[in-house]
């Protein structure tokens, strides 16, 4: 079988990796030119959890369960599960391969945690709680790690108003991964080698409207300014040097989950909700309260939603809620009027916006887990969903959970790059995200199952 080494590079957006905006590459580059080039279609939602998962699946996020980063307990508003590695009940790409002898390497590939045995190695992925924990196949590679560089660092807190801070700990964190992925490299044995860095997706939400001159709410700065560019001159650079440790005849694809572009606002949904008669509140909320159970009227409740970069709603539906009020014959009329009613929202200045209402069953062939009953994308992801409430305003200037300057896009980018010239070179379109599972197993001439 042939080598592979991925890049993953969460939230690399064309603009940057395709159409080289504000940055200046070399080996990326170069590696990108020379290489078969897809736009990537994210999932349904376009979210780091399921995207990349769905990619090593071939599964959509219906068939895998997963609808984000975390998923509602069902019958209660407020109480969540944070997705992990053991809600993965699909074979992945490196099972398979594993099964068929080979070797593979994975770091930061989420949802990887807690670590499942591999045949090979693995660090986890952002999720991992604390470097407390087990993070590593076989355990005592966090040993191993650790004694080299120090207790390894998952995420940072990008939503802040300490930039300085922020920008310090995105380089911090990710020279340390660099410098993980280029020790496994020389030290280990693979075949497929997936490296995933959440530090792009983290240093373009924190500084997007420092980088980006088109940002509604742009800001010339000379230090944030050059943060995005100088980011990806660090991976860049870096890759200069990583591709002395990957065997020359190994194949390099350069991949991201989904993409990224500028945020509008947020559009605080539970508020529409009660201005619309969906959802009844006891009293009056202070500004930037959570909605919890004992605020909520549920006796004259039909709806409510979560906030994030898509916006979930769940029906107040008897028999599946603690109190639900909705009856099952009126079920689908509540489902199709909200949806109406969503598509018709406007924006602070009455534009016109391109929202999209799903349920899941219109998106996936299966549906599993804990779906909510509609996805909303507002204004083509452009708004994100608030779902706070007590402002005087359903449309707030930026995101109600901290500073953030981007939204996910739906396009990402994929650039498969094989030294010799078995794939033919150029634009090849586009490419959903679970199709990308077949596309490697072509390439590395396996017939995984279906």
């Known amino acids: 079988m042939r080598k592979l080494f991925i890049l993953g590079l969460d939230s690399a957006p064309p603009k940057i990796l395709y159409e080289n905006y504000r940055v200046k590459l070399n080996t990326l580059k170069e590696l990108i030119d020379e290489s078969a080039r897809y736009f ?243 009293e009056k909320p202070r500004r930037g309260r959570d909605l919890s159970r004992e605020l909520i009227d549920w006796d004259r409740t039909i709806a409510w939603g979560w906030g994030g970069y898509y916006a979930r709603i769940f029906i107040n539906l008897r028999g599946r809620e603690p109190r639900g009020i909705v009856k099952k014959e009126e079920y689908e009329g509540v489902v199709k009027q909200l949806k109406n009613d969503l598509r018709r929202v406007r924006g602070p200045n009455n534009e016109r916006w391109r929202t999209e209402v799903y349920t899941p069953w219109e998106l996936y062939p299966e549906v599993r887990g804990d779906p909510p009953d509609l996805i909303a994308y507002l204004d083509d992801l452009s708004w994100r969903s608030a779902g706070t409430l007590g402002w005087n305003t359903i449309y707030l200037p930026e995101n109600d959970r901290g500073p953030d300057d981007a939204v996910h896009d739906w396009k990402g980018v994929l650039a498969i790059y094989d030294p010799e010239e078995s794939i033919e070179k150029g634009v090849k379109g586009e490419i959903k995200i679970e199709n990308v599972y077949g596309l490697i197993a072509s390439l590395l001439s396996i017939n995984p199952p279906p």
């Open 40 to 282: 990537l279609r994210s999932s349904h939602p376009p979210i780091t959890i399921p995207a990349w998962i769905s990619m090593f699946t071939g599964k959509t996020p219906g068939e895998l369960g997963l609808y984000g980063f975390r998923h509602r307990r069902p019958g209660d508003v407020q109480e969540s599960y944070i997705v992990n590695s053991t809600h993965i009940k699909h074979q992945t790409l490196w099972d398979i391969l594993g099964r068929m002898g080979y070797k593979v390497g994975l770091v930061g590939v989420p949802p990887t945690y807690p670590p499942k045995p591999v045949h090979g190695f693995l660090i986890t992925d952002f999720t991992t709680p604390s470097p407390e924990k087990p993070y590593t196949f076989p355990p005592w590679l966090k040993l191993e790690i650790e004694k080299r560089f120090g207790k390894h660092l998952f995420d940072v807190m990008f939503r802040s108003h300490e930039k300085d801070k922020v920008l310090d700990e995105i380089f911090r964190m990710t020279e340390q991964h660099l410098r993980v992925i280029s020790y496994l490299l020389a030290k280990k044995e693979w075949d497929l080698f997936a490296y995933v860095e959440i530090g792009v997706d983290r240093i373009q939400h924190a500084f997007w409207k420092y980088f980006d001159e088109d940002h509604p709410r742009h800001i010339e700065d000379e230090r944030y300014g050059e943060a995005i560019p100088r980011y990806y001159k660090l991976i860049d650079d870096w890759l200069t040097e990583a591709r002395k440790l990957i065997p020359k005849d190994a194949m390099i694809m350069v991949v991201s989950d989904h993409g990224a572009k500028s945020m509008k606002g947020a559009f605080v949904i539970n508020q529409w909700l009660e201005e619309n008669g969906y959802l009844k509140l006891k």
